[in-house]
């Protein structure tokens, strides 16, 4: 999961034409831990997404816009619109993360 380290990157990352996940988590956040350890595998069975992470404390504006009052929270994006949220208390468990990615791929 490539890191997005600045406003510039999340701009160019959501506008692209294919979906991208954007992961907002914090080094504090003991749910962000966890979903490390089991997110390497889901990114594997998803390959039709890019996945990115960014630290929400580093960029509160961007969390009070796309309205992630949770981490880690997943967000979809394509073409520089916001699709799919997966909030912070459905996503602790790696089939919790399937379930909400085999409902958008079924859209």
């Avoid at 069975?45 to 929400?56: A, G, K, L, S, V």
């Avoid at 960029?59 to 916001?82: A, D, H, R, T």
Wanted: proline fraction near 6%.
């Amino acid at each position: 999961m490539e890191a997005i380290t600045n406003f510039e990157t999340f701009d160019q990352v959501i506008s692209r034409t294919q979906p991208v996940i954007v992961k907002f988590f914090a080094g504090w956040c003991p749910d962000c831990t966890r979903m490390n350890m089991f997110i390497d595998e889901v990114i594997k069975d998803y390959p039709q997404y890019e996945w990115y992470e960014i630290n929400r404390d580093d960029f509160p504006e961007l969390s009070e816009k796309y309205s992630v009052m949770g981490i880690p929270s997943l967000l979809i994006f394509q073409n520089g619109e916001k699709l799919a949220h997966l909030h912070s208390a459905n996503a602790k468990s790696p089939e919790q993360v399937r379930e909400f990615l085999d409902e958008q791929n079924q859209k």
